[in-house]
């Protein structure tokens, strides 16, 4: 059992399986059953010789009578096997009885458990049609004896109408009971499928979100820690501190934000919340990509043009997250030097935010053998958004990422808002 007290998704389901089978099984298919019809069927023969005896009006069967009486019941040990042969075979042995005009009453006992057994096993058609032909036997022999006696047959044989309308009330009723049984059992397997999935897109966000970070924050420490010792290695003599302390301040401030954000991803992990301490990384935070990516050697033009309104912070942050993996792309395949190109504009032919991260370097190779899970991630997070993602090799060189994601507009806002670091006019 969990820690938390609950009961594992696997042991619930088998409980409701169980539970299921129970009340699905055939009523007809009890354990023990041969026994159990055989004491069903001696009950029912004690029963009508006490008929015979107290119902006959001086008229005791003789000893063939008893063989009839005692023998109709006799087939009631296989009546679950087969009911309805067990009711024809009873007929004309009751037929016989009654012939021999002894007590016409004394049968009804194993006759009321046969045509039960017959309803509750059957569909109602087949119960109706069973019933009339037992009930017309009967009352044709007795009537051809006692005429009399036909009519108080047929007086009570509201007494096997009843016992067939229970039968077939008892059949619907443990259907009934049997549907709801495995709609709540379905119901309970749903909700453990969904849980499972929200439990699976839960730590593939989470596992986008670790990779994002850390693969950001390692190559662009990385890449400035190459840059720090190739200072202090390569011409030691003419040691340039400033750019060596420079270098050292940007792989503190990088941890910083690493850590900022690590903190949000693990706040998620210990309570279940999606917001962690603080907002989602929107559009507005990607001047802090560029500075990053600029302190790792690249040269970064950045334009970002808003459209009228509030983006949804879902939108904002899938943005945020496929720019920061271009670059951290772009600067690992490419090295120190390279030239990025990010434009983020509302889309012309849809209402849609398009996202372009384009470079002069050779880029990711998408298909190779590896590990890499970055392009994987960033189709899956325009995915989310209901958007599209594309990449691979621009025709004149280097690499492009470009991604499409549909936006939903909150408050208007009175014009576009623009942002433009290095190269692009406000």
């Keep these: 059992m969990p820690e938390d007290g609950s009961v594992s998704a696997p042991r619930t389901a088998r409980r409701s399986e169980r539970v299921l089978a129970v ?17 069903v069927a001696g009950g029912a023969g004690a029963l009508s010789v006490v008929l015979a005896l107290v119902t006959g009006d001086g008229r005791v ?39 021999l005009d002894n007590a016409h009453s004394a049968p009804m006992p194993q006759t009321f458990i046969a045509l039960y057994t017959v309803a509750v096993t059957g569909r109602p058609l087949r119960t109706i049609l069973t019933g009339a032909v037992a009930l017309g036997a009967m009352v044709s022999v007795v009537s051809s004896i ?11 044989s509201g007494w096997i109408i009843a016992v067939l309308f229970c039968g077939v009330d008892v059949r619907f009723y443990r259907r009934y009971v049997a549907s709801m049984v495995e709609r709540a059992e379905r119901a309970e397997r749903t909700r453990e499928e969904e849980a499972a999935r929200r439990v699976a897109e839960e730590r593939l966000r989470i596992a986008r979100d670790l990779h994002d970070l850390l693969a950001h924050s390692i190559t662009v420490i990385g890449v400035q820690t190459s840059v720090a010792s190739h200072i202090l290695t390569v011409d030691p003599d003419r040691l340039d501190r400033e750019a060596v302390a420079r270098s050292l301040d940007d792989i503190a401030e990088t941890c910083r934000e690493a850590r900022a954000e690590l903190r949000t991803t693990l706040q998620v992990l210990r309570t279940g919340s999606g917001d962690g301490d603080g907002p989602l990384p929107d559009l507005a935070a990607l001047p802090g990509l560029v500075r990053a990516a600029e302190a790792a050697g690249a040269r970064v033009d950045l334009s970002v043009r808003t459209p009228p309104g509030r983006l ?18 772009a600067v690992r395949h490419a090295g120190p030097g390279v030239r990025i190109t990010v434009a983020v504009a509302p889309d012309p032919g849809s209402p849609a935010l398009r996202v372009t ?3 002069d370097g050779p880029g990711p190779q998408e298909g190779a053998a590896g590990p890499g899970f970055g392009i994987v991630g960033m189709r899956e997070r325009a995915r989310s958004t209901g958007g599209t993602l594309s990449v691979g090799p621009r025709p004149g060189g280097g690499f492009e990422v470009a991604a499409v994601l549909p936006f939903q507009a909150h408050a208007a806002a009175p014009a576009d808002t623009a942002m433009t670091v290095r190269g692009t006019a406000l």
């Design 146 to 156: 006692d005429a009399h006696q036909g009519l108080e047959l047929l007086r009570i």
């Design 61 to 99: 069967p003789d000893a063939l009578g008893w063989a009839l009486l005692l023998g109709s019941a006799l087939p009631l040990v296989w009546r679950r096997t087969s009911p309805v042969v067990v009711l024809l075979t009873m007929i004309p042995v009751l037929m016989a009885y009654h012939a």
């Design 312 to 329: 949804a912070p879902a939108t904002g942050a899938a943005a945020y997250r496929i720019v920061q993996e271009s670059l951290t792309n």
């Design 23 to 39: 009340v699905n099984r055939d009523p007809m298919d009890a354990p023990h059953k041969l026994r159990t019809d055989a004491l």
């Design 357 to 359: 991260v384009t470079d």
